[in-house]
């Protein structure tokens, strides 16, 4: 593997060891940091602040999302099975800066072009209406833009990565499907998506279209109830937040959609 150092400037870093997270409610000291790894054949071993914190990360993967403290970490990635005393990183980042009172998902992907990147997504958990629910599809793929139907009918077009777009809708079931943009030709599903009362589910579409490795990974974010209204209350989500892959693989994603923020991160290789 060819070395990498990121540099980033802010909402970037994630752990799933114990000693690095935080165990009460996020609020200003601390944000919920979910981790997805989407780079298809590649597993590694991450360390935070030189302590192993992921080993064995395989590419799929989406982790239970953690409290992690307001700071800077550095994060080093190296190929399954190296280590700092036998290898140099395949990839850095250091002062990699995480807020405090957000709600984050960390998506190591692949760019349309086939580049690994690192996109840090932050995550709508605003109150949903009575009887609604949320679905953000995030395309971390590389892929072309791609519509989504739901029904057979496009709900979302020209979708391009890393972006996303958020919609609220009725609760309920529906089967969705994606299509290169502007054609019928199907690329995923179809799919039965479960949009549950009070909840976002968000859904990765991640891998490489040229390879055959396009995937959906699903997070759900529950509690976002408001006021019944005389309204029954909906079921629980499709899992608790649980998110996707590796932490820092390099590359850069930035943009702004719909009011949540994908950070750019500046990379160097050697």
Known sequence: MRKTTTTATALLAGVSLAAFAAPASADDHESTVSVLHGVPGLTVDVYINGEEALPDFAPGTLTDPMMLAA??????????????????????????????GANLTLAAHLGEDGTPMLSAFANDVSTTEAGQARLTVRHAAAAPAVDVRAGGSPVIEGLTNPDEKVLNLDAGSVSADVVLAGTDEVVLGPADVNLAEGTNTIVYAWGSAEDGTLDLAVQTIDGLHSAPEGVPSGQGGLADQGALLVLALAGAAGAVVAGRRVIRANVTAA
């Open 71 to 100: 700071g800077s970490y550095d994060i080093e990635v190296y190929a399954d099975g190296d280590t700092p005393d036998s290898a140099e990183p395949a990839i850095s980042a250091e002062g990699l800066e995480v807020p405090g």
